[in-house]
C-alpha cells in the first residue's frame, strides 16, 4: 500500500513570496489533516478536511494560508505572502477515520515539506 | 484552547531500562490518545491508541495508561534499546464528527549503550 505522499521535499523562498505543498493522501481514507511543525515542537493542526469538506480549520492564518481538496483526493496548502516565521515543516497526514469512533483515526503522515523563509 | 504538555524536552536512560514518558492534557475531554513515533527528517509514526474507558494499553514492549481523572497519559518502553531513540508525541483526539488529532510537545528519548 502507497504511503502519503508530498511535494516538494525541500523549499527555499524569499519573505513575501507565495508557495504551495502538495498531498496525495492514502487512498479511500477519508480524513486529510495538514500539520506545521516547528523546529523542537510537536505538530501544530492548521486544516483537517474530511472528504472534500473543511471541519476544523480554527488555527489556521486564513490571511495568508489557503488549503483545498479538490474531490476529495489530494490537496494543497497555500501560503500568500510567506514571513519568516513560517520556516517549519508542513506534514500531511491521512486517516480512514469518519467520525464518531476512536476505529480507525491512526493518522499516516507523509515525510513533510521543510520551507526555509529567508 | 486546549494544552498538551510532555514532561520534559529530552529524556536520556541506559540501555535496558525502562524509559517513561509524561503527556498531560487541559482544557480537553479526549475520547481516546495516541502515541506516535518520530525520527529526524520524517513524519510520525502511529503506535499505540488507547480509549477514555481503557486504563492500560499493550503492545510487545510497549505500554500505555490513561487516566482521565489525572489528565495524564504514561507511555513506557521496557527493555529499552538503542534504536528507541527518537522523539515520541502523544496526540488526544474526540469522538465526533471532526476527529480532531492535536499533537503534544514531544520527548525526545535517547537509549544510551
Known amino acids: 500500500e502507497a504511503g502519503v505522499a508530498q511535494s516538494p521535499r525541500y523549499k527555499i523562498i524569499e519573505k513575501r513570496q507565495s508557495v504551495a505543498f502538495w498531498c496525495n493522501p492514502i487512498s479511500g481514507h477519508a480524513t486529510l489533516y495538514w500539520y506545521q511543525q516547528i523546529l523542537g515542537q510537536g505538530p501544530k493542526l492548521l486544516i483537517q478536511f474530511q472528504n472534500n469538506g473543511v471541519v476544523d480549520d480554527s488555527q489556521l492564518p486564513k490571511d495568508r494560508f489557503s488549503a483545498e481538496r479538490l474531490k476529495g483526493v489530494d490537496s494543497t496548502l497555500k501560503i500568500q505572502p510567506a514571513k519568516l516565521e513560517d520556516s517549519a515543516v508542513y506534514l500531511c497526514?491521512?486517516?480512514?477515520?469518519?467520525?464518531?469512533?476512536?476505529?480507525?483515526?491512526?493518522?499516516?503522515f507523509g515525510q513533510g515539506t521543510r520551507l526555509t523563509v529567508v | 484552547s486546549q494544552k498538551i504538555e510532555q514532561n520534559s524536552e529530552a529524556l536520556n536512560i541506559q540501555e535496558g531500562k525502562t524509559a517513561t514518558l509524561t503527556c498531560n492534557y487541559t482544557?480537553?475531554?479526549?475520547?481516546?490518545l495516541q502515541w506516535y513515533r518520530q525520527d529526524p527528517g520524517r513524519g510520525p509514526v502511529f503506535l499505540l491508541l488507547?480509549?477514555?474507558?481503557?486504563k492500560e494499553k499493550r503492545k510487545e514492549r510497549l505500554k500505555v495508561t490513561f487516566d482521565t481523572t489525572l489528565k495524564q497519559s504514561l507511555f513506557h518502553i521496557t527493555a529499552s534499546q538503542p534504536a528507541d531513540s527518537a522523539t515520541y508525541l502523544c496526540a488526544l483526539g474526540k469522538q465526533t464528527g471532526a476527529n480532531n488529532l492535536f499533537f503534544g510537545t514531544g520527548t525526545r528519548l535517547t537509549v544510551i549503550p
Open positions: 497526514a491521512s486517516s480512514l477515520a469518519r467520525g464518531g469512533t476512536p476505529l480507525n483515526t491512526e493518522a499516516f
Open positions: 488507547i480509549r477514555e474507558n481503557e
Open positions: 482544557n480537553y475531554s479526549p475520547a481516546y
